[in-house]
């Protein structure tokens, strides 16, 4: 009988024991679950990163150099220099964006951004006198893609006004890179390239603020000016136009912080 009891004792005993272990049993697997979970999803986003990525270097693999401007696509890091024959490019400062806009049925994919420092070859320097007398100077580039998903042939800017949190504000003619990304684009077609505006160049204005301001030059006026960061940038693209010069899409706003 003694026996008998014991037996139930000690079977009950390791019943409770059990059931004392399931909750953190179950605990447990909840935490393992949840983990697992946060680990899927940051693979996940760094798979959806490093495509991104790959993307936008498939993109400037296949860029043809331009003519008048610095090569930059080896200037992934800020600080790093490169040196080519038409001048040196430093880069200050890199977002990667990797952002599509659809404005009717232009897709606009903007790849990167990048505000680089440039000093122009002696050659060069002439190009670049239109818009600015300084010898070396800031600007923003930017990387895009256009693809029309229409069958027929429509117009479109991807950077109609550009306009950065310093104030100043640039039109598509004041692009330095020229190539042809404005424009005529062919149903079902796909263009892509740089655009690049030149930065904090008070000389760019000067004979024009001069005259407003009755002989004051830009320079005087705003002599104890520092240069200001850029944090941001403002794109405003075009319309979209059809072949008869119908509008048939409104333009669009896009921000861009580094």
């Not at 079977?11 to 697997?29: D, F, M, Q």
């Not at 983990?35 to 400037?60: G, I, R, S, Y």
């Not at 960061?229 to 010069?245: G, K």
């Amino acid at each position: 009988m003694k026996q008998i009891l014991s037996m139930l004792l000690l079977i009950t005993l390791l019943v409770g024991c059990s059931s004392n272990a399931l909750p953190k049993n179950n605990e447990t697997n909840k935490e393992n679950e949840a983990q697992t979970e946060n680990n899927v999803n940051e693979k996940n986003d760094e798979t959806a990163q490093q495509k991104n990525q790959e993307q936008t270097e498939n993109k400037t693999d296949e860029y043809q150099p331009n003519p008048q401007v610095t090569d930059d696509r080896s200037l992934q890091k800020v600080g790093q220099t490169h040196e080519d024959d038409k001048g040196e490019a430093t880069l200050k400062a890199i977002k990667n964006v990797n952002k599509t806009y659809e404005v009717g049925p232009i897709e606009l994919t903007v790849k990167e951004m990048k505000l680089i420092h440039l000093r122009p070859s002696y050659g060069m320097i002439d190009y670049f006198h239109v818009l600015t007398h300084e010898e070396e100077f800031d600007f923003i580039k930017v990387f895009v893609e256009i693809k029309n998903n229409s069958p027929e042939k429509v117009n479109f800017a991807p950077i109609a006004l550009l306009k950065t949190n310093t104030g100043e504000t640039f039109d598509w003619e004041k692009d330095i890179y020229l190539e042809e990304l404005n424009g005529e684009i062919e149903g079902n077609a796909t263009k892509f390239g740089n655009l690049g505006f030149i930065v904090n160049a008070t000389d760019a204005h000067k004979e024009e603020h001069s005259e407003e301001t009755g002989g004051q030059s830009h320079e005087e006026e705003h002599s104890d000016d520092e240069v200001k960061n850029i944090e941001w940038i403002e794109i405003t693209t075009s319309d979209v136009f059809d072949q008869n010069n119908k509008k048939i899409s409104e333009s669009q706003k896009i921000k861009i912080k580094f």
